[in-house]
Each structure stands twice: as C-alpha cells, then as structure tokens.
C-alpha cells in the first residue's frame, strides 16, 4: 500500500499499624521456585565527574517496583553508599544468601566509561566497558572507584555457578555518538557518559578467576539490557507525569517488572516479552535517540525462557519502623494471571501537570498571552527545565533537542502547546501496553520527498488504527481508509510515507486491539486535518478497549 502523507509541523490499599497490606496485589516470583534477589545502584553525586540527574531516582522506582512485587531481599546503594568496598561487600553478601532456582536481578544506573582492554583479545574493539563510582577520578587514589565490566561478569557467572537465573540492566553508556543531532538552541542534555580519560597510575586490583567469562556470550542463565550500544550515548529524559529526569531503561524496566511485559496476560514474563516490552518503552521515551541492546545466553530461548512469574495474592509490605516480616510465613497462593482491570484505565493516566514554555532569549514581551484548551500553561526561563522554548528571532518551536515547528507565529503558540500536552498523555498511554512499532530506515531527521517506513509488528487478528499528530497540533488519519481490512491478516503491517512541508515533528500513533474500535475510528475520521490533539485524547480515554496496545513514535524532518 502507497500512502502520501503531507505532514505538518490497583491494588486497595488500607494502613495499620505498623503495616501496609496490598490486597489482591501481583507479585513475581521465580519459575523455579526458588527466591528473587534484587541489589540496585544509582549514582547522581559525583565528586569529580559531571553529576546526573536522574539514576538515584532510577534507582528508587526500580527498588519500590520490587518491593511492590513481594520481593523482600533487596539492597540498595545510591551516591556516596556505592563506594567500591561497598558493592564488592554486597555482591559477595548477596553470593552467600543465592541458592538453586533463584533469580538475581542486578541494577545499574550512572556513568560509564571505556578504557583500553586488559585482556588482549577479550573485547571486538579493544575497549573495555567500566562503571563509574561516586568518588571515581583519573588519579591514583580515584581510579580505584570504578567496576570493570568483566568484574561484573564475574559475579554473575558465579550467581549461574549457584544455579540462579540472572537479570542484570545496565542504564549506563560508554560510547559517544547520538541517533540525531541536538540543536544548539536546546537546553543542554544530560548523558550517562563521560569523556576519555588516561590512568597515569591505576590502582584498582580487578576481581577475577581463571574460569571468568570473556563476553555476555558466555552464561547460560543471564539476560541482559543495557541502554545503548557501544558507539552512542544514552541521555536522561523527561518521563510524562514525572518531574525531573530519569533514565528510561530504568523506567521501562520497573513497569515491566510490575507486570507490564507480560503481553499474552498468561500470568508470565518470558525473556522475550520483557526484551520487547522493555525496548519499545524506551523507544517511545527517548523519542527514538535511544535504542537498547538485548542479550540472551546461547542456551536460552527467549520465547519460552521464563524471567518471572506472576501470582495473585495479599502481599504485607514493611512499613517504616515495623519490625520485619516473619521469615515462616507461607507465600501468596499462585491463582493464574492476573484478571483485567475494569475500564480501560487511560482516563486515570492522564496528566494534569502545566506545559512549560520559555523564550529562547529568556524575555516574555515578545509572547502574547498565550492560552490552551486544553492544559495550563508556565511561563519559565529557558534553563528552568522548559517542555518548549521558542526563538523569537526565526520562530522555530524547540522541545528537547528537536525543532518540533518551523516559523510559528506568537498566536499560533497554542496549538503547539496542545500538541505538546497530548503527546505527553499519548507516552503515559503507550508505557502500560506498548505496541511494537518503528521507524525504517533510521531515526536521524529526514527530509523532504524521502519516504520512511511505518512498521507495525504481532498484529495478527488485530485491528488497526494510525494517526499522525503534526508539530502544529493537526490530526491526519492514516489507517484504515477506505477498503483498508478491518482486521489486520498478517504478522505485520508496514506503511509508506512520504516527507512534506511543512516540516519539523511528527507524532505517529498506533492504537490495536483484538475487536474492531468503530466508536474511535469513527471520532479519527472526524478529527481528520483538525487541530484536535486535546480531542484525541479524550477519545482514546473513553474508547479504547481494555485490551487496546497502544504504540506512540516520533519522527523529525527538516527542510
């Protein structure tokens, strides 16, 4: 099919003393019985390297997520507490508490680094991969507070040796390059990523045995997910109804792990679900700077290799100063997946917070006042963390490194502003149930007259609705038109699109559900060429399905 698209700019919770009951909650457990083990790290606080952001805050979702899956034994180190003796103590700790069956899942959040290989041979590029430590400096004193990657794989091969599965998630990067270019008119990013440095003098005595493994290729139980290949950086982003920035894989991991990767809802997280799940958040997120790399061991197979389980139940959860759980007591009874939520649950996801809108040369006389339909609107200065900063000089719309519209006049500012507040609302909806979709042939900035791919996957029996929201707010229906099948007959669904003026930011949006959404597709239809965003979303709150799969990707083109 040739399609020209001219595109424009719950659990119940009650308190007691002393405890917190989840009633009906879910839980993970391990599928072979065994327990479930979580040692999580995040570091902002550097004391000689750039700071970050947003890893402690990684780290905390990550350990309430766990927590809040019945996951009792877990151990956190943020800042100042990750010193190296401290993780070497509880990765050793952690070794002595693993048994058979067990699974162990490993967190890492802050910045990594490359250095030249010591093992000649040992990695493709020569380069060794190396996490970074709260007191890490390019001294003799400093180079002791860093992790080796291969010190990593040491502790894991001896977890697999105990007879565990491992997860371990790396929210790191090592490398330097970006998916696209960032405009110098952005506020600057923030990257989990510092420059080269040389060790004049290297005191660190690596952790290591003769039987240690050379690569991630060499385990038998372990499933990895680092944030970016060994060539690019991962930022920290905004995450929609969150303040601050965080990392998205570490995002992405903690909705998974409450239960969102399980997409067939048989009550099952396999390797395969997860790495799906878990890459299309962080896609959708990073709105396509970040694409994650996945690694099974070679015995795995990842769509039958179970990662958790998920059971109903009453979970108690320590509460703050209550003494800690009896270790006798019997675990939550397994009753299968989890049943459905009632309604939909869009209309509870969606969020209230203002759009903040600055001016690149941080005046206001030249904005008149703006007012939105449909969100409250901040004024703020563009190093105040802005979702928009608009150049007064060439009246170009930028959010986040992208030039989301070209040359938009002051009075126009609102429908950018809408669109802003419901591409927000549209990644809140795509995180609980992401449908995997992507952009071919890459994910830098197109140009005029190139024609890009929509590809769609596992929509099989599955009807199918796409829509673009432009950079200025108008809605264009893509699929179906006309004789389009109503239900989808095939594995995938690619669509052709070709780039037009005007340029800048396209929101391309796949909703899919196993029964036909006449209602929405029917509202679509009517918002078809309307500067309609804020419509769209109530539409997509009241009328989708509860098995709705809901994909959101965006693309940039520039003239």
Known sequence: MNRSAAFAVAALMWFSTGQVWATGGISIASPGGGSVH?????IDAYQQVRPLKGAVADARDVEASLKGMGVTDVTVLVDAQA??????????????????????????????????????????????????????????????????????????????????????????????????????????????????????????????????????????????????????????VRIPGISGLRGALSYAVARAIEGGADTNHDGRITVSELFANVRQVVYQLSDQRQNIVTVTSPGQSPDSDVVFDLTRGVVLMQAPNSPPPSTNAAPAPSLGPPAPPAGNGFTQERIAAPIR?????????????????????????????????????????????????????????????????????????????????????????????????????????????????????????????????SLNQSAN?????????????????????????????SLLLHLNRRRAPGQVIQAIARYAPPDARIGSIGFFSVP
């Not at 979580?38 to 995040?42: M, P, T």
């Not at 009246?395 to 040359?407: M, R």
């Not at 070709?498 to 029964?515: D, K, L």
């Open 83 to 236: 010193s190296r003796a401290a993780v070497l103590r509880e990765m050793n700790a952690l070794l002595q508490r693993t048994k058979s069956n067990d699974v162990i899942f490993l967190s890492i959040a802050g910045h990594g680094a490359q250095e030249p290989e010591r093992i000649k041979g040992s990695e493709p590029d020569g380069m060794e991969n190396v996490f970074l430590l709260p007191d890490f400096a390019p001294t003799a004193a400093g180079s002791v507070q860093r992790i080796l990657a291969s010190e990593f794989n040491h502790f894991i091969k001896q977890f697999e040796m105990r007879g565990a599965k491992v997860v371990f998630v790396a929210d790191t990067c090592h490398g330097g390059g970006m998916a696209r270019e960032i405009d110098p008119r952005a506020e600057e990013m923030s990257f989990r990523q510092v420059p080269r440095y040389t060790l004049l003098v290297d005191k660190l005595q690596p952790v290591s045995d003769k039987s240690d493994p050379r690569s991630e290729f060499d385990f038998d139980r372990t499933a990895f997910l680092a944030a970016v290949d060994r060539s690019t950086k991962a930022p920290e």
């Open 38 to 42: 979580g040692l999580v790290i995040g």
């Open 493 to 521: 669904l690619r669509l052709p699109l070709r780039v037009r003026e005007p340029f800048g930011a396209e929101q391309v949006v796949a909703i899919t559900s196993q029964q036909r959404m006449a209602e929405l597709e």
């Open 357 to 485: 809108l600055a001016v690149l040369d941080g005046s206001t006389s030249a904005l008149p006042d703006v007012k939105s339909r449909d969100v409250t609107i901040e004024s703020v200065q563009p190093t105040d963390n802005p979702d928009l900063i608009w150049d007064p000089s060439s009246q170009d719309v930028i959010a986040w490194g992208d030039v989301v519209a070209f040359k938009v006049d002051p009075t126009d500012l609102a429908s950018v502003v809408d669109r802003t507040a419901a591409i927000r609302d549209l990644k809140k909806f795509a995180t609980r149930s992401p449908q995997i979709m992507r952009v071919s042939p890459d994910d830098r900035q197109h140009r005029s007259n190139q024609t890009i791919d929509i590809d769609i996957s596992d929509v099989n029996n599955r009807a199918v609705l796409l829509f673009n929201v432009s950079g200025d707010g108008t809605i264009q229906m893509l699929y179906p038109i006309g004789s389009d099948a």
